[in-house]
């Protein structure tokens, strides 16, 4: 079986050159001390999705002709998605990502806040440069909705009402959002014409759909060593992903509340965590969320199939099934 890492690099390969070019843009802009803190998440091996799917989706448009625009839209949309990273981190207590300490862990809550805002600023800096106003605006709309995304999520908390309706805006907002944004600035910048920007970002949203429930899924059921980040930090801090709403809604009334009790009390330890998990698995909890992704990833793929003005159309029908299969 092909590691997770290596199977993302062979389907990447057709921007793999420019995404080197990222990175280095990346290293070029946190030369001051202070950014060069957060320079070993950049090279701690991250998936590089959401930029690699800015510079897909710009192959659909004038790729040659708007290159350099292309390649400083990838690395701010990359600043953004650390600075999330970061601070999602503090938010969860997490201590591991990219199997790395995460930068809190490392520097501190303080500096790590004040490393996420800094992050957001430079990425701003860098779409100014474009002097596209459109993408500006559109981007900071993002940011909005993704913050969005993360009161809800906060506002839902230890709460078993949680509906799969609720949990899906959540995952519309703080993920999807993001990863459709790369799809449609991508292409827009390039010039695409109007039906493929439409189907490139309908990709997009299912695409970010099924890849954060299946996170979650791997969240429960996957492996420390090999996500690479800690693992049941939603559940500990009271927050439920699909597998456990479905979870809750398979379960009779008097078994829902003894295994939940300690959610109920806000005071979930490790061996609750450890029993949601496996009552998660032999419910079918979650196998029904990971049917819940792969018909998300029919849309993504019917989205860029048939359609000859989208350019490498196999590489997102490789990175659809990709999503479903990593870690697994």
Known sequence: MIPSDSMLQ?????????????RERLLAYLQNPV?????YMITAGGKRLRPALVLLAGRSGKYKGRYQELLDLATAVEFIHTATLIHDDIIDGSLLRRQ????????GTERAVLMGDYLYALAFSILAKLRQAHVTTFMAGVCQQMSRGEFRE???RYDLEVTEADYLQIVRDKTASLVAA???LGAYLAGA???????????GWNFGMAFQIVDDCLDLIGEERIVGKTLRSDLDKGSLSLPVIYLVNTLPKQKREELFAPLRRRSPDRHFLVRVAKAARRSGAITQALQTAEGFIRNAT?????????VLA????????YAVKRNR
């Open 10 to 22: 062979q389907i990447l390969r057709p921007v793999g050159q420019d995404l080197a070019g990222v």
């Open 35 to 39: 950014a060069r803190q957060v320079v």
């Open 100 to 107: 790395q300490p995460t930068f809190h862990t490392r520097f």
């Open 154 to 156: 906060i506002d839902s």
């Open 182 to 184: 790369c799809c449609y």
């Open 193 to 203: 014409n109007t039906q493929t920007v439409e189907r490139l970002v309908e990709f």
């Open 302 to 310: 019917r989205a860029v199939a048939g359609h000859d003005g989208i």
């Open 314 to 321: 196999n590489t997102y029908e490789q990175l659809a099934r």
